[in-house]
């Protein structure tokens, strides 16, 4: 499976970005986690593009949405409300296909992985 990301940059505090995933099979669980400088990759948010079941971490909860297209192969990160602590090299990833919900946020459930896009926010 290949994945390409996009729609990174730089946005000021408060300011929105999208970020877009497409790949190459449709179906199963897809991600977007993300990693700054020194930390380590972290889980932001993913959908079970079959029901369309969404999980997302607390620190982005009523900010980010992510959302799937209707051939399920393109996978949105609508990110509003930006803050300075969400930049980032944001990574979208997706499963082999049989991922349940309590494991949709774990970095070990994702076998394929994009390249990343720099998210910057600037207070």
């Known amino acids: 499976v290949q994945l390409q990301a996009s729609g990174g940059g730089l946005v000021q505090a408060g300011g929105s970005l999208r970020l877009s995933c497409a790949a190459s099979?449709?179906?199963?669980?897809r991600a977007w986690f993300r990693q700054a400088p020194g930390k380590e990759r972290e889980f932001v948010a993913a959908i079970r593009t079959r029901d369309r079941l969404t999980v997302y971490a607390d620190s982005v909860k009523g900010r980010f949405t992510i959302s799937a297209d209707a051939a399920k192969t393109t996978v949105i990160l609508q990110m509003d409300q930006l803050k300075p602590e969400d930049t980032a090299v944001y990574y979208c990833a997706a499963d082999g296909g049989r991922t349940i919900m309590s494991a949709m946020s774990s970095v070990n459930s994702y076998y394929y992985w994009g390249q990343g896009t720099q998210v910057t926010v600037s207070s």
């Open positions: 099979r449709s179906g199963g669980a």
